[in-house]
């Protein structure tokens, strides 16, 4: 029996609608190979275009059609030039973390064979670790509601909760342990803070350890975001999953994407207890919009992290096959070609989209 799932797809600002498109079509030429799934996709508004031309960056309309999907597609947005009146960009994906609880921001690392990377060791093979960033506090609990007094003093207000960080810790041992059975991973959490400064790091720290006793088969150990930074550049290999708040999740997600190779080949995804958000790290990219130049990497490994969770949230194990098909497929376009623009080469958006469409088929074909 085939299951069809909802999926609400935001296509974005800036290169989100040209990185959106071939990742619908890898996802829509699966669906037709497996008889067990399905989608129905759901374009909706948002983002700073629609800012510009409406004053609305999210509307509740778009928001409905989230809350009532399987999942969630979500492509680059905002625009420098286009700003609320305080100053800031228009960030509907913070708004979608913030109105569906979505409080587990995951971000792997991994580097692909072929793909060069900035880190010169003999063991890139071997790294292969997820950061996973709380979505909803942190610093970021004041977005939109930050002061500045009389041009004087500034405030922004750090936010950590029991509530939230014994979920974040829950999930984040429940995904050591789902790594580790599948050979990815070696049971590991790890607690990223400063805690010897900050008594809500500390606590953050404490909720872990809590957290952690409930889990006697994974490892749990800590470590202060300082040094955290300078060890994923000098030994990124110990890591497994490691934990961390919101603005540092943020950094060492950049930092982690640098370490594969560029924004360009960076999914992630927002997760919560009842929707998710699939999304590249990368940012709209306006000043290659509609030039062809767009790498759709991340997107369509975002997809295939949404039908991963698909997969093990409906028990639908041919999801999870099909997940694996397409990094196998990106896998083998990135070791062989061809290459955008960010990774070194000439290839066009339609380029590498084809590639890996072609990839995916060969890869069904003998899987």
Known sequence: MTKKFNIAVFKGDGIGPEVMAP???????LS?????????FHAVEAGAGHYAKTGKSLPSESLQVARTADAILLS????????????????????????????????????????????KSADLSKIDFVIVRESTEGLFASHGKGEVENDE???????????VSQKLFDFSFRLARQRKAAGTGVGKVTCVDKANVFKAFAFFRKISEEVGRNYPDIELDAAYVDATA??????????????????????LSDLGAGIMGGLGLAPSADIGDKHAVFQPC????????????ANPIAMILSAAMMLDWLGYERDVPSMITAADIIRSA???????????RDLGGTATTGDISAAILAACEAVRETA
Do not use: C
Request: hydrophobic share 45%; proline share 8%; charged share 20%.
């Open 23 to 29: 990742t619908v079509a890898v996802l829509q030429a």
């Open 76 to 119: 680059a947005m905002g625009l420098p030039e286009i700003r609320y009146p305080d100053g800031t960009e228009i960030a509907p994906q913070i708004e979608l973390r913030m109105e569906l609880d979505l409080y587990a921001g995951v971000r792997p690392v991994t580097v692909i064979p072929g793909q060069d990377s900035p880190l």
């Open 32 to 40: 037709e190979r497996f008889s067990e799934f399905s989608f129905d």
């Open 230 to 251: 300078l060890w994923m550049v000098q030994k990124p290999h110990v890591f497994d999953v490691m934990v961390t708040e919101n603005m540092f999740g943020d950094i």
């Open 282 to 293: 990368h940012g709209s990219a306006p000043d290659i919009a509609g030039k062809g130049f």
């Open 330 to 340: 990106v896998a083998s376009v990135i070791a062989d070609g061809p290459k955008t």
């Open 153 to 163: 003093t500034a405030r922004e207000t750090m936010v950590i909760t029991r509530t």
